[in-house]
Protein backbone atom coordinates (compact mmCIF):
# COMPACT_ATOMS: atom_id res chain seq x y z
CA UNK A 1 0.00 0.00 0.00
CA UNK A 2 1.34 3.05 -1.15
CA UNK A 3 2.40 4.91 2.37
CA UNK A 4 2.81 8.53 3.12
CA UNK A 5 6.38 8.40 2.91
CA UNK A 6 5.92 7.67 -0.86
CA UNK A 7 3.19 10.17 -1.26
CA UNK A 8 5.00 12.54 -0.23
CA UNK A 9 8.08 11.60 -2.41
CA UNK A 10 5.46 12.03 -5.39
CA UNK A 11 4.45 14.95 -4.43
CA UNK A 12 8.38 16.35 -4.67
CA UNK A 13 8.51 14.74 -8.04
CA UNK A 14 5.87 16.17 -9.33
CA UNK A 15 7.17 19.90 -7.89
CA UNK A 16 10.66 18.91 -9.44
CA UNK A 17 9.25 18.12 -12.87
CA UNK A 18 7.35 21.84 -12.65
CA UNK A 19 3.88 20.94 -11.81
CA UNK A 20 2.37 23.71 -9.64
CA UNK A 21 0.63 23.07 -6.13
CA UNK A 22 -3.15 23.25 -5.72
CA UNK A 23 -3.06 26.81 -4.51
CA UNK A 24 -5.36 25.41 -1.62
CA UNK A 25 -2.48 23.52 -0.36
CA UNK A 26 -0.82 27.06 0.79
CA UNK A 27 -2.88 25.98 4.12
CA UNK A 28 -1.38 23.22 6.03
CA UNK A 29 -4.36 22.03 6.93
CA UNK A 30 -5.91 21.51 3.64
CA UNK A 31 -2.02 20.20 2.56
CA UNK A 32 -2.48 17.60 4.96
CA UNK A 33 -6.06 17.06 4.15
CA UNK A 34 -4.82 16.27 0.28
CA UNK A 35 -2.43 13.83 1.46
CA UNK A 36 -4.47 11.95 3.25
CA UNK A 37 -7.01 11.78 0.49
CA UNK A 38 -4.32 10.49 -2.69
CA UNK A 39 -3.29 8.15 0.23
CA UNK A 40 -6.92 6.82 0.47
CA UNK A 41 -7.19 6.48 -3.53
CA UNK A 42 -3.97 5.05 -3.53
CA UNK A 43 -4.98 2.65 -0.26
CA UNK A 44 -4.73 -0.36 -2.46
CA UNK A 45 -1.30 0.13 -4.75
CA UNK A 46 1.83 -0.55 -3.50
CA UNK A 47 4.95 2.12 -3.24
CA UNK A 48 6.32 1.07 -6.52
CA UNK A 49 3.45 1.15 -8.95
CA UNK A 50 2.37 4.89 -7.44
CA UNK A 51 6.18 5.57 -7.79
CA UNK A 52 5.78 4.12 -11.64
CA UNK A 53 3.13 6.04 -11.85
CA UNK A 54 3.97 9.25 -11.28
CA UNK A 55 6.78 9.08 -13.79
CA UNK A 56 4.39 7.73 -16.46
CA UNK A 57 2.15 10.70 -15.48
CA UNK A 58 5.40 13.15 -15.69
CA UNK A 59 6.56 11.62 -19.22
CA UNK A 60 2.65 12.03 -20.59
CA UNK A 61 3.21 15.57 -21.02
CA UNK A 62 0.44 16.68 -19.14
CA UNK A 63 0.11 20.09 -17.71
CA UNK A 64 -1.35 20.33 -14.01
CA UNK A 65 -1.16 18.77 -10.71
CA UNK A 66 -3.23 15.72 -10.80
CA UNK A 67 -6.31 14.93 -9.43
CA UNK A 68 -5.71 11.13 -7.53
CA UNK A 69 -8.34 9.72 -9.67
CA UNK A 70 -6.26 11.15 -12.54
CA UNK A 71 -2.64 10.19 -11.28
CA UNK A 72 -4.18 6.31 -10.43
CA UNK A 73 -5.60 6.11 -14.01
CA UNK A 74 -1.52 5.63 -14.83
CA UNK A 75 -0.58 2.44 -12.04
CA UNK A 76 -0.98 -0.77 -13.85
CA UNK A 77 -3.16 -1.73 -11.18
CA UNK A 78 -6.13 0.63 -12.90
CA UNK A 79 -4.89 -1.32 -16.25
CA UNK A 80 -5.35 -4.22 -14.74
CA UNK A 81 -9.20 -3.01 -13.98
CA UNK A 82 -9.53 -1.86 -17.74
CA UNK A 83 -9.11 -5.12 -18.82
CA UNK A 84 -12.20 -6.93 -20.43
CA UNK A 85 -12.97 -10.39 -18.99
CA UNK A 86 -16.48 -10.89 -20.71
CA UNK A 87 -15.32 -13.97 -22.51
Known amino acids: MA ?5 QGIFEALEAAGYK ?3 AW ?13 E ?3 RN ?18 RWWPQPGVL ?7 AVED ?3 SD
Open 45 to 62: VSNEDAQAAVMAFIESGE
Open 26 to 38: ENPRLLMTGLRVY
Open 72 to 78: KKYTSAA
Open 40 to 42: AVF
Open 3 to 7: DQETM
Open 83 to 85: LDT
Open 21 to 23: TPI
